[in-house]
């Protein structure tokens, strides 16, 4: 069974930087499009940054350009690198995966999904 396990989540104040981490069982990260989504309270996702199935596109919401950053490591690991950070950065992030294709920050676009870890921006 595939898993998608988030972690990295957790308290920073405003200007902070976070680092979120995804991982696999089961399954590689390698020629997937690959996501990071906010989870909303009315439990809708809200794109945040993906990266197309070669590496070579990344999308990202309006919000967080020029403060996040998503990348795959050479371990498998899919990263969110958060910089600067702000109180309205505060959600719960999920990772998520799909089939080989181009960047999405669509959550209908994907096919696997992390749990979630919350993060937290104080000001």
């Known amino acids: 069974e595939v898993q998608l396990v988030e972690s990295g989540g957790g308290s920073v104040q405003a200007g902070g930087s976070l680092t979120l981490s995804c991982t696999a069982s089961?399954?590689?990260?390698?020629?997937?499009?690959l996501g990071w989504f906010r989870r909303d309270p009315e439990m809708r996702y809200w794109g945040v940054a993906s990266?197309?199935?070669?590496?070579?596109?990344t999308r990202y919401a309006d919000s967080v350009k020029g403060r996040f950053s998503i990348f795959l490591d050479t371990k498998n690991t899919l990263i969110l690198q958060m910089n600067s950070v702000k109180p309205e950065d505060t959600a719960l992030y999920y990772c998520?995966?799909?089939?080989?294709?181009?960047?999405?920050?669509?959550?209908?676009?994907?096919?696997?999904w992390g749990q979630g870890t919350q993060v937290t921006v104080s000001s």
């Open positions: 998520a995966a799909g089939e080989p294709s181009g960047a999405s920050l669509s959550p209908v676009a994907y096919s696997w």
């Open positions: 089961e399954f590689s990260f390698r020629d997937r499009r």
């Open positions: 990266i197309s199935h070669t590496g070579e596109t």
